[in-house]
């Protein structure tokens, strides 16, 4: 088994009203100790994706 840490990307949706839920599903990856090494999205998630990217993760 490999010992490497696995990439993780969160791909974000359009969608106005989704955004509030895209916050909550971040949280639960820094909640089990996981935070993404790439970040994408479109609309909504475009702009999400940005902030999460930018801003520490505390």
Same mark, same amino acid.
């Given at each position: 088994?490999?010992?490497?840490?696995?990439? !993780? =990307?969160? /791909?974000?949706?359009?969608?106005? #009203?989704?955004? =509030?839920?895209? /916050?909550? #599903?971040?949280? #639960?990856?820094?909640? =089990?100790?996981?935070?993404?090494?790439?970040? =994408?999205? !479109?609309?909504?998630?475009? !702009?999400?994706?940005? !902030?999460?990217?930018?801003?520490?993760?505390?």
């Amino acid at each position: 088994m490999s010992s490497k840490k696995p990439r !993780i =990307a969160l /791909i974000l949706q359009g969608g106005g #009203a989704l955004g =509030a839920y895209h /916050i909550g #599903a971040y949280k #639960a990856l820094h909640e =089990a100790g996981l935070e993404p090494d790439w970040f =994408a999205g !479109i609309s909504i998630g475009a !702009i999400n994706s940005c !902030i999460l990217a930018g801003t520490a993760p505390a």
